[in-house]
């Protein structure tokens, strides 16, 4: 291994409830519901519909979604690796 030599200490992935992973972030959930009734043909349609419809989110949307986190990771914390609603 290349990175044998470096003496660093390979840290594995913890198991995480699927109720709290990474990609039920704010953003993904609001997206999904965006995405309900859309089609995409190619890459470029799917690009730019995704870029479009993050620039039509102010500020305090990705602000709401990151104030939102500490909460969650307490909530993670406290369940002691159970499963959770």
């Known amino acids: 291994m290349r990175w044998a030599g470096l003496e660093w200490e390979v840290l594995l992935h913890r198991p995480y409830p699927p109720d709290i992973a990474p990609s039920d ?3 993904f959930r609001s997206m999904t519901h965006a995405l309900s009734e859309q089609r995409f043909t190619s890459y470029e349609d799917t690009k730019n519909w995704v870029d479009s419809w993050i620039a039509s989110k102010d500020k305090e949307f990705f602000r ?4 939102t986190l500490p909460e969650r990771w307490k909530k993670v914390v406290t369940s002691y690796g159970q499963y959770f609603d």
């Open 25 to 27: 972030y704010h953003l």
């Open 64 to 67: 709401l979604g990151i104030q």
